[in-house]
């Protein structure tokens, strides 16, 4: 048996109605473009998202750097002399508890050197 779903409007004629009211779901042509906005958005996002890593990891290899050099200053408060490599700072347990730091992009240990003016030079530790 077959029912038909009538709406009575005011003059007392009838219309179907059933399309209306149990049409609740979403199309393909609806779905294909809800994804391909999905799709284009994380195009956009996630090559952001990476670089700011990228970007991250050389920042905290300046920052090793800049606590290397302050540990090559407090060793030569301490003891009236630069140390002549860089192991001699970066090994101390007293300057890193945590062991020599370690360049974050490249996850090496920092070259175990001092240039001239017994300083680490950023420009000098490339990626
Ligand atoms: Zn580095």
Redesign the pocket.
Known sequence: MEYAIVRINRKGGTKNVYNKKYRSGVTLIELLIVVLILAALSAIAIPRISQSATNAKAEA?KTNIAVLNSAIERYYVTNGAFPTMLNAVSNDLNYFPDGPPR?P??KAPYPNGLTSDERIQIGS?A?
């Open positions: 290899c360049c992009v490249t530790h990626h």
